[in-house]
């Protein structure tokens, strides 16, 4: 890859990163328990030391009426849920959290998830596209791999999915 090409692959990158943050940021609020969860994880994790919860209790509690007859369910007080936090390693062991630890100090939660998200799936992009330059595929032909991987239902709906830790990782599976 000569200067040139290095300096407009740069700069598409910037564009499409800061495009793709918007549009995860906007998607947020939209999303389900996931999104939610990830920001608790970065939160709790910075404040307790470790990735803890309140979100998941609902689940929790809930999968002990699994086994009961739908009477005895339906029969059972809609009480509060738990208002401690259950420990996710009970769970899940989600070490990579505490690498967000230091980025708690300067940004919010929120921010954090959102931006590794974006970093992920562009990330996954560019690292696509680099390898294609790298082993000597020309550069149509590299720029029609990257979109084709980009408009394929498995990169497409889930880069505008939920926010979750399994996708922060897709640039490592090259």
Known sequence: MGLKERAVF?????LFFLQFFSTTKANFYTQTLDSAFMAEMVDTTFQFGFPRTRLTNSTIVALKTFPLPAEKVCALPLGREPREYMSEFEKHSFLVFY???PF???FDSKTIVIFLHTFAFVGFLAVAYLMLRELGVPLLHSLAMVFMVSAHPAWS???LGQLNL????????L
């Open 99 to 101: 690498l967000t630890v």
């Open 166 to 173: 399994d996708k922060w990782f897709l640039p490592l599976c």
């Open 104 to 106: 708690r100090l300067l």
């Open 157 to 159: 709906r889930s880069a």
């Open 10 to 14: 740069s700069l598409l990158t910037g």
